[in-house]
């Protein structure tokens, strides 16, 4: 593979030396790099030590054919772009070459302006399918499990159960509240098994009408009901051989939940209006954030289906829960949107963060980090920025001192710690009214607005 910004190089064998040299300055004068080589024997060699574009190279040769050079070149892993010239009478050679893995042929004599658009079209269609090998490498990158940020103790105990779940054919229930990336895992557990390559299909059970969710589901015959004027392919046939996601799969309607059951017990199932079993070979994952068992216990979800859909379970952990995860979170969002490695954290923004109980969990944090950026710059993470819920509802840094400590400690620090948390809970309390908050606290407004100064919190903000 030529290095980026270098022009392609192109490998020119013929056993005709006048020929490859009109080739070669031809190409030359293209601004491509051209070397030759008088036989296939000989390119074989020149293909193992150098990494060529494109490989052209005529059909009939003495000690190595071109058909043998492209046979040999493939059995060794090498998978350049082979162009083949051969003379009129010899098409059908040329058709087997192609046969082989052979990109196109053009038969002497050939015209310039046909060979430029033939060289140029390989050329292009070689750039394409290493962008497409570089995306899919990206894609498995970015849903691999190492990419599911985080070295806590919580983390690493998730990322080890679905490294064992998903090569399995099991159906899994992924449990977690709102922002914890039950998506996310989805896609990993469908990227690290053997269904990778087939399709990956997400649906929203609560965020589609009752009435129309059969049919997106399964599908509907033309005739079916008002309107259904053709056939319609559902999200199972969609899903054929992949993985089908159903999240907040607790919002199904009870009618529905009928008739998944149905469908995972027999494995096949029938577009809304037709006859026709339809086999099914999909994995089901589902993903709900409220209580299925509370929603059995009230009538609301059928028991026989949450036992099929819970063959294996993952409860994904809040966030609040791995506070040591955030630094690297944040880093990983600051990545993602400005493509620099680090965003660093002022001391005082960084105090916020971990003592915020994070009710949107990481979805939260990564709209922060992105309003900051937009807002702020990139150069610092820092509190000026920080929504009203984050300044106003994190932990005190400090408690009530039960008692001194041996060692002795930072009496101003703590009283300093200590008027933050009071002040905090104030406007809180207050819902950021400053003069509600100093009411609350016994001290005049101007008394509040000098210590809120201190805090970093400045009239302009609107609390």
Same mark, same amino acid.
């Given at each position: /593979?030529?290095? $980026? ?12 030396? #006048? ?27 020149? *293909? ?17 054919? %071109? ?10 892993? &090498? ?9 009129? #009478? ?8 192609? $046969? ?31 962008? &497409? ?54 896609? *990993? ?33 033309? %005739? ?9 392919? %559902? ?18 309607? /009870?009618?529905?939940?009928? $008739? ?70 944040? &880093? ?28 949107? &969990? ?63 809970? *104030? ?10 908050? *100093? ?25």
């Amino acid at each position: /593979m030529a290095v $980026k910004n270098e022009a392609p190089k192109i490998l020119i064998v013929d056993d005709e030396s #006048s020929l490859r040299e009109m080739l070669a300055i031809l190409l030359q004068r293209e601004g491509y790099q051209v070397e030759q080589a008088a036989n296939g024997a000989v390119a074989l060699d020149m *293909a193992l030590e150098t990494a060529y574009d494109l490989i052209i190279s005529d059909i009939q040769m003495p000690k190595m054919t %071109g058909i043998e050079l492209l046979r040999q070149l493939r059995e060794q892993d &090498n998978d350049v772009t082979v162009m083949m010239m051969t003379a009129f #009478s010899s098409t059908e050679e040329a058709v087997a070459a192609m $046969k082989l893995g052979a990109y196109d042929y053009i038969t002497k004599p050939f015209k310039n302006d046909e060979i430029r658009l033939v060289i140029k079209n390989a050329l292009e269609r070689k750039q394409l399918q290493q962008e &497409n090998r570089q995306l899919k490498q990206q894609l498995g990158q970015r849903f691999s499990f190492q990419r599911l940020i985080g070295h806590s103790s919580a983390m690493s105990k998730l990322i080890a159960l679905l490294e064992r779940v998903a090569p399995s054919q099991a159906n899994v229930l992924i449990t977690g509240e709102s922002g914890t990336g039950k998506e996310l895992v989805a896609k *990993a557990l469908h990227l690290n098994s053997d269904r990778k390559k087939r399709p990956f299909v997400p649906i929203n059970c609560g965020a589609i009408p009752e009435n129309l969710l059969e049919s997106e589901l399964f599908g509907h015959e033309k %005739g079916a009901f008002t309107g259904a004027d053709k056939r319609k392919e %559902g999200l199972f046939e969609s899903a054929e051989n992949g993985t089908l996601f159903l999240d907040e799969i607790g919002e199904l309607p /009870m009618g529905m939940q009928v $008739k998944l059951l149905r469908v995972l017990q027999e494995r096949e199932f029938r577009r809304v209006g037709g006859t026709a079993n339809i086999p099914l070979n999909i994995r089901l994952i589902a993903a709900t954030n409220q209580d299925l068992s509370e929603r059995i216990q009230d009538g609301k979800f059928r028991e026989d289906l949450f036992y099929r859909l819970n063959v294996v379970s993952i409860e994904l952990p809040p966030l609040r829960t791995r506070r040591d995860d955030i630094p690297l979170l944040i &880093n990983s969002f600051y990545q993602q949107l400005t493509g620099r490695k680090e965003f660093p954290i002022q001391k005082q923004a960084l105090e916020l963060l971990l003592g915020y109980d994070w009710p949107g &969990n990481v979805r939260e944090l990564e709209n922060l980090v992105e309003r900051c950026v937009v807002l702020g710059g990139i150069e610092e993470l820092t509190v000026e920025f920080f929504p009203e819920q984050i300044k106003y509802k994190s932990r005190g840094a400090c408690g009530v001192l039960d008692e001194l400590p041996d060692e002795g400690f930072e009496l101003e620090k703590w009283l300093e710690e200590m008027e933050r948390t009071v002040l905090l809970k *104030a406007l809180e309390k207050s819902a950021g009214v400053r003069t509600r908050a *100093a009411e609350l606290l016994g001290i005049s407004f101007r008394s509040i607005r000098y210590r809120l100064a201190k805090l970093g919190v400045g009239e302009e903000d609107n609390f």
